[in-house]
């Protein structure tokens, strides 16, 4: 093992333990809390805006649902008014030729 390796692991360790001091000093701390303050901050404007969001979805899903539900109502109207056509068409059909049939008697 040569010298210059253990000098390395030396500084190493050295090193390691300045930054494990630098790191958990009182001006890194007040950082670190700066920092999470603001992502708190971010996070309640995020779930600001969620809620918008799911709110302004609920109300055009209730207008889907209404437009919809007209829809149905006029597609079953017009097909009893269908219906109706019909009935009269083979009743008059039905008319004519009975009178035809009058006629010809």
Known sequence: MSWSKVGLFALGTLFGSAGIK???????????????????????????QVTTLQENCSDIYADAKAINEERRAKDEEAVIEDEIIENNDEETSDEAVAEENAVTE
């Open 22 to 48: 630098l790191l958990s000093s009182r001006d890194a701390k007040k950082v670190y809390t700066h920092c999470t303050a603001g992502v708190l901050r971010a996070k309640d404007a995020v779930m600001d």
